[in-house]
């Protein structure tokens, strides 16, 4: 099975040496998404904030491949306070409606650039 690399253009540049996807076969692993802008890379204010920007980055790579929320089957949310949980649920609920997909939800001591919110993905064509 071959792999494809996938970087999107319209998606913020990865901050280290990672690419925003690969897709083996049908399915496709998305590097982790924080809430940066795309166009300045700077990570908006909040958690709810960083949380809206990381799942328009999502869409915007599931978009790259030709897929959308509705082909995502595992998502792993990392958090740097679980206090805001509820909050994120509620945007998670808004990106993801009718069959949700598996999930963990775990709380980091620190995320890169500073960040609140990251959401990584596993979605299948």
């Known amino acids: 099975m071959s792999k494809t690399v996938i970087n999107a253009a319209k998606a913020p540049a990865a901050v280290g040496p990672y690419s925003h996807a690969n897709a083996a076969g049908d399915t496709i692993y998305i590097s982790g998404q924080l809430g940066l802008d795309p166009e300045t890379g700077v990570l908006a204010e909040g958690v709810e904030a960083q949380a809206k920007t990381g799942f ?70």
């Open 56 to 125: 328009e980055n999502l869409k915007t790579i599931l978009t790259e491949v030709g897929v959308s929320f509705e082909n995502v089957v595992k998502t792993t949310v990392f958090l740097t306070d679980m206090n805001d949980f509820a909050a994120v649920n509620d945007i998670y609920a808004q990106y993801f409606t009718g069959e949700y997909p598996a999930r963990s939800c775990v709380q980091v001591a620190a995320l890169p650039k500073g960040a609140s919110f990251e959401i990584e993905a596993i979605a299948a064509k």
